[in-house]
């Protein structure tokens, strides 16, 4: 009996050390990642939008136009101090931040050379470029697109981001039926894909996406992931992702049973429309004091979150930050650190001013003047701390 | 002696009839890999012909009737505005709408119809419209496709259902910039562009 006492104190003991073990070592862990989630809870009604605009410093780049450089429909953009980087349906194209045309990839199916791109991303410290070509050709240049590696990817893909020296996450472009995960990781040494994160099952509109462009966004080290089918925002872990922000769109949120009535995304992306819910997230880019999100309704096209507080405030681009309501500034190419970059194109000659051949640009105190049949503009706003 | 030899004779029969019997199987599974193989491939063009067909009743004929407004402005190769009612020049044409937004291939798809048709439209009487950001752009794309045709660059957006489904189609506009017939074409099945081409040349060759 006393035997058993004594063992089963022993047991006890042990627990409580252990229990007590880690509770230090969590509190030790100054690099714990381990957060709770954040719900913001949208704000639609009596917003005095006066209020909620920001000051940004503005910035025109006009692209040259030469016929080695001639832009067509533009997928993506990057925008660095030394650099501009293009992608699109043709070609890959790099420029000066003066707007100077550097360098073109070729078009073909030699190494290095592309015949269908479908996105790219950055990294700046290691100075390199990925391009996805046709989901399942991941190739690496360096930052002028001088050609180093390629790839071949089990899956298809939409975005990447390199996460250390081996691995990149891969955000897929496969409906549920053929992928479970959004994310999945690539290592480079291996050249497998090693693991895979975020189960589509778990997702209201898991059947119902769209291609979005720039749905990892890096800030201070920090990779965060936004998807169009997705209400959260999700920060990566090294084991996984968790989720940062969860958003609640409140009066403008379709009811859960809506969704199962949408097999076709076209047709559900007209409809969430015309019944004034918020359909797809667009982008989530984190600017420092504040957080911007991308979607479209009938009344807003955005909404900014403070970083102390946990309310959406839904807005407008143009609005937001003072701009002209055209369709290049209904929604940012790009953004990095506390900038956000549009491409201009050439609006202003259009519509009501078809016959004209030049025009001008005014947007804060800056002016440009805009030609027509010239490359895009590259508007830059570098937004201010109060 | 006698009945070891049958034991044999019935062991090696018994051995040739089940490698038969392997054999006829695996000719059999191979035949049933291959039919469905085949089956599925012809359903799936059935289905896609089916598609297209079904999707030129619906989506086509709800374009028919529509007037284009006369203030529709079109650049052409050397960047001069014009009127798309002074290009049509009071006769009914045939217009393909091409876009860089488009698939590319659907749009050269529909070229290489129009440079191949047996139907004998007129070659003045066909008309490309295309959307680019810069007419710089669509001169580009007329010499990679050798087109031949008067080709124009529209920046406006235009309310025709038809530009809703971001897709290569062609139409049949009269003086009036009324549309008369349209068709989407599928790059896959050139031969129905043909036959829509066969089926419209009545209202080209007469006016």
Do not use: G, P
């Given at each position: 009996m006393a035997i058993a006492i004594r063992l089963n104190f022993i047991f006890i003991m042990k627990k409580i050390l252990f229990g007590l073990l880690l509770i230090l070592i969590s509190c030790n862990n100054k690099n714990s990642t381990i957060q709770e989630k954040q719900h913001i809870k949208a704000i639609s009604r009596n917003i005095d939008q006066e209020s909620l605009k920001l000051d940004a410093e503005v910035s025109f780049v006009q692209l040259e136009t030469s016929k080695e450089c001639l832009l067509g429909y533009i997928i993506n953009i990057e925008v660095t101090d030394d650099y501009i980087y293009i992608l699109d349906r043709s070609s890959f194209f790099v420029f000066t931040n003066k707007g100077n045309f550097i360098k073109k990839i070729k078009r073909g199916k030699g190494p290095g050379e592309l015949t269908r791109a479908i996105n790219f991303s950055l990294d700046l410290a290691r100075n390199e470029i990925y391009i996805i070509e046709m989901g399942n050709l991941l190739h690496i240049y360096n930052n002028l697109a001088d050609y180093k590696e390629t790839h071949k990817l089990d899956g298809s893909f939409i975005d990447v981001v390199r996460v250390d020296d081996d691995n990149f996450l891969l955000y897929t472009v496969l409906p549920p039926k053929y992928e479970e995960f959004l994310i999945s990781v690539y290592n480079k040494k291996s050249k497998n894909i090693t693991n895979k994160f975020i189960s589509s099952k778990d997702l209201l509109m898991k059947d119902l996406s769209i291609l979005t462009y720039n749905n990892f966004f890096v800030k201070n080290s920090e990779i965060f992931f936004s998807a169009s089918n997705s209400r959260n925002i999700y920060k990566y872990i090294g084991n996984g992702m968790e989720t940062t922000y969860s958003i609640d769109f409140r009066n403008l949120e379709p009811p859960i049973?809506?969704?199962?009535?949408?097999?076709?995304v076209r047709n559900f992306k007209k409809m969430v429309y015309n019944d004034d819910y918020v359909g797809f997230l667009n982008y989530c880019y984190d600017l420092g004091k504040l957080v911007l999100f991308g979607f479209k309704c009938k009344d807003f096209n955005c909404g900014i979150k403070y970083k102390d507080e946990n309310i959406m405030y839904m807005s407008s681009v143009s609005e937001l930050f003072d701009l002209p309501q055209t369709p290049s500034f209904e929604r940012p190419y790009n953004a990095n650190d506390n900038q956000i970059h549009f491409v201009y194109?050439?609006?202003?000659?259009?519509?009501?001013?078809?016959?004209?051949?030049e025009a001008f640009l005014e947007i804060g105190n800056k002016i440009i003047q805009v030609n027509e049949n010239n490359n895009p503009i590259i508007v830059t706003l570098k937004i201010k701390e109060k | 002696m006698k009945l070891k030899w049958n034991i044999f004779y019935f062991i090696l029969s018994a051995i040739l009839l089940s490698i038969i019997l392997i054999l006829l199987y695996n000719f059999k599974t191979k035949l049933e890999t291959e039919f469905n193989k085949k089956y599925s491939q012809i359903k799936n063009e059935c289905d896609l012909v089916q598609d297209v067909l079904m999707n030129n009743l619906t989506n086509s004929n709800s374009n028919i009737g529509f007037r284009f407004n006369d203030d529709i402005i079109v650049e052409d190769t050397a960047c001069n505005k014009l009127k798309l009612i002074n290009i049509i020049n009071g006769e009914n044409v045939l217009i393909y709408r091409i876009s860089d937004t488009h698939c590319s291939t659907c749009d050269v798809a529909g070229i290489k119809s129009l440079l191949r048709t047996n139907s004998k439209i007129p070659y003045n009487k066909i008309i490309i419209i295309g959307s680019f950001y810069n007419t710089k752009l669509l001169n580009s794309y007329i010499t990679a496709n050798n087109i031949k045709y008067r080709s124009y660059n529209l920046k406006q957006s235009i309310n025709i259902k038809a530009e809703k489904f971001n897709f290569p189609y062609f139409i049949i506009v009269n003086k009036n910039l009324e549309v008369l017939s349209c068709f989407f074409p599928e790059k896959t099945k050139p031969y129905l562009t043909e036959y829509f081409f066969s089926g419209i040349k009545h209202l080209l060759n007469n006016y």
């Open positions: 049973s809506y969704f199962s009535m949408f097999d076709d194109f050439n609006d202003i000659l259009l519509n009501d001013n078809l016959q004209k051949k | -």
